[in-house]
Structure formats: C-alpha cells, structure tokens
C-alpha cells in the first residue's frame, strides 16, 4: 500500500480534460513538502512531467499542469490526446520514513 | 544530453549479491545528488537509495537498510548499488535517477536511465 494514494485507473475520451488525484498526509504533502509527477509510457523508464507541484520541464505540453493543497495534489490533462495513453505516478517526500515515495500509480486510457 | 546506462542485473539466487552499475555522461555528474529506484514486474515504483554529490549523506528504504550499499565514483561518472542478502521480493527493474533542483536546493527526479533488471530465484 503506497503513502501516496491515486485512484488505480482513470479514462476519457479524445479532447477531454482528466484530472488524477494524490492524496498524502502530514508528514509529506502535508507537511509542505512538494509533489512532482511522472509519466511511463509501457515498456519504457518514467518521464517527469511536472516538479514542484505546478513546473513543468521543457518540452512538457501544456496541456499539463499540477497543482497541490492541503495533503492533496492533482495532475490536470486538457485536450487529451491517444498518445496520453500511460501509467501517471505522483512523487514526494516523506519526513515519516524518511525518504522519497510515490503512489501506486494510475492508469490513464483515452477511449 | 543526459544519458544513464545502468547494468549489472541477471538472475541471482536468494542469498546472494549482486552489484549495480549506473554510467552517467552528459552532464557534471560530481554535482548532482543520484538516486536508485526499482519497480517490481506490473507494479509501481519503490525508491531504493539516494546518495548525495559527495557522497556526505546516504538514505535507504526500510526494506533495503543493511543489505543495500549505494556508493558513486565522481571520477569516472559513475554510481554503483551493492545489494547483498537478496530475497524474491527484491525482484524487479531496476533504475538510476539524476536529482534536479529547484527554488534554491529542493529535489526533483528529472532523468532516468533503461533500468536493469534483476531476478532473485532459486
């Protein structure tokens, strides 16, 4: 069971806005520290998307944006497109364990 | 451009070792805190061990403390993840990271290698 918590799997159609939940607790979103967020296509390594909750790496369509609140963050998809198609993970830190942890990740299918 | 190339997995038998490799080019590599993250066959992501640029601070995930060393050579780019002890679960792919900062010093994983993968059997 992961520290962050994301729904397992999300759909939408073509054009579409979807948003992913993650939702933490005190001692890491909570606690002020910051979300980032990944993209894995299959069979290949994990792409960033978004770092410090709501920055998005170049290259990054802007179709995608973060935001976070209170023990909660959330990745925004607009226009979604068939090659959005993925597994998304949400990434923080956490003063509890101390060290990094991520959700359990969501599946993202465009209909 | 940033470039990881991790190696050294293969089947090993529960019990035994294992050592971790991670060739990095394209960027000042002695800068940059690195960082070990696994992901078990169909399922998610684990951090594993972070390493800071000197090698100054080290952290491991409760499941890996004790039997996993990370370590890195600012010489020759490279960093390396002794695992000893090896158990079924700790089966999976494994990844290299590079750290990314931000807003004066916080972290990000901003670049990721193949992985490599390891499988403890018997």
């Known amino acids: 069971q992961s520290v962050l918590t994301q729904p397992p799997s999300l759909s939408g159609a073509p054009g579409q806005r979807v948003t992913i939940s993650c939702i933490g607790s005190?001692?890491?979103?909570?606690?002020?520290?910051?979300v980032h967020w990944f993209q894995q296509l299959p069979a290949t390594a994990p792409k960033l998307l978004i770092y410090g909750n709501n920055n998005r790496p170049s290259g990054v369509p802007d179709r995608f944006s973060g935001s976070k609140s209170g023990v909660s963050a959330s990745l925004a998809i607009t226009g979604l497109q068939a090659e959005d198609e993925a597994v998304y993970y949400c990434h923080s830190y956490d003063t509890g364990v101390g060290g990094w942890i991520f959700g359990g990740g969501t599946k993202l299918t465009v209909l | 451009e940033v470039r990881l190339v991790e190696s050294g997995g293969g089947l090993v038998q529960p019990g035994k070792s294992l050592r971790l490799s991670c060739e990095a080019s394209?960027?000042?590599?002695?800068?940059?805190?690195m960082h070990w993250v696994r992901q078990t066959p169909g399922k998610g992501l684990e951090w594993v061990s972070g390493i800071k640029w000197d090698s100054g601070s080290v952290g491991y995930a409760i499941s890996v403390k004790g039997r996993f060393t990370i370590s890195r050579d600012n010489g020759r780019n490279f960093l390396y993840l002794q695992m000893t002890s090896l158990q079924p679960e700790d089966t999976a792919l494994y990844y290299c990271a590079k750290t990314g900062y931000y807003d004066g010093g916080r972290e990000y994983f901003d670049s990721w290698g193949q992985g490599t993968l390891v499988t403890v059997s018997s």
């Open positions: 394209g960027f000042a590599f002695s800068n940059y805190a």
């Open positions: 005190g001692s890491n979103i909570g606690a002020g520290l910051d």
